[in-house]
DNA sequence: CACCTATGTAACAGTTTCATGACACGCAGG
DNA sequence: CCTGCGTGTCATGAAACTGTTACATAGGTG
């Protein structure tokens, strides 16, 4: 499958719960990765770098606080929004209290709803394009709903790595993207590709965009990676 | 089937009020969905997206005004008209003056025939297909009230399906459909069936609508799905 | 300037995805 | 029972897309 829908991490010991949670979140058409401990969680978030985490508060071994301030201190990891699952509904100002760095806190037990808004509200922030919204840079326009690139108003021709990565880079203008991130994000985190294959297709999707004239909106950081304005 | 009726969502705090609302709006046919505080309300905008919502001004916690500006500045919520309901009639215009972004006012005490009436009147704009109404894509009607389908005034012959996928498809012209989301409209949550089903019909429905001429109106965003227009 | 590395780019071959026609099945009407 | 229609699945060929490689260029360094 490939990696235009989000991906989202459940951690979450017990094994019912975490099959409600991804069993709807798939529903929804994310890609869900499941981790059982809080140890195995912070393994799957460093690795696959999701875009959310569902956490749970009570974990066995290391709690989910304890998680979340690790994924918020690690670089790779720390731009991830937490949605954190707390016990009981007093606890949520307890754990808000903390300043772990979640994102937002739902009380047990939650309506299943509810949790799909906020996971969406949160992704909304992060991955707006990848539902719906339209991004805007000078004059180049990417309309998430109807998949259609234009450059002063003309219509461009994009095959569907370049519209991914071309999604990826204007989510965050002026953003430094290294190779391995875009590999991450544009072709997933369990393909092997070669990174000069990022170069390749950053060329097929320059030419797309100057095509019609224009100047080239993708500056090159040599040694690094590319960036969208 | 799914003859996906319009759905509504109410909002308002007095349950007695929601009740005479929602037993009205149920008997013109549309599905309503009930919140009875202005975050529940946003979650259920969120969540169901709904086609349109009847909002009341005032509301315990959060006001209706703010209800409205965080819809409409959602994009995945932002295209639903919103009817307010204010207090009194002379608040009408103050509240207009708010901008808050709400696509008509009704004044309580309010007669049920003319909120109906600008509930129909807002949903024409945006669900016509479903009123029975019918849709145009430049040469192409699809009369929502006789089920026919022509092209440049010839009677195009469509099977069920066929039918039913165009009509999903034109209702919102350009939108990309993942085939994913179109076997869930046009064949129902529970179908089990193959998704490159979709791409016979879409075949299908491509002869039919081109059978007497004119081009192809149907667009196959690749490895996604399809888009009309 | 000479040299070395990183990047741009064109060409190519392999793979994936899609359009299309064939076919079998279920069902309603005759 | 037969017949016609609508539908879902499959096989096939065509077209689009992708990753890699090779070579040309540009950037940076001493």
Known sequence: MKVVQPCILVVEDEA???????????????????????DEGLLLARENVPDLIVLDWMLPEMSGIEVCRQVKSDTTTKAIPIIMLSA??????????????????????????????RVKAQLRRTRPAALGAQLDFEDIVLNGETHKVTRAGVELKLGPTEYRLLSQLMEKPGRVWPREQLLDHVWGRDAFVDTRTVDVHVGRLRKALTAEGGSDPIRTIRGTGYAFG
Chains 1, 2 share one sequence.
């Open 88 to 117: 009981r509904s007093e606890d949520v100002d307890k754990v808000r209290g903390l300043e772990t760095g979640a994102d937002d806190y739902v009380a047990k037990p939650y309506s299943v709803k509810e949790l799909m808004a």
């Open 16 to 38: 019912a719960q975490r099959e409600v949670l991804s069993y709807n979140l798939e529903a929804e058409g994310y890609r869900v990765l499941q981790g059982e401990s809080g």
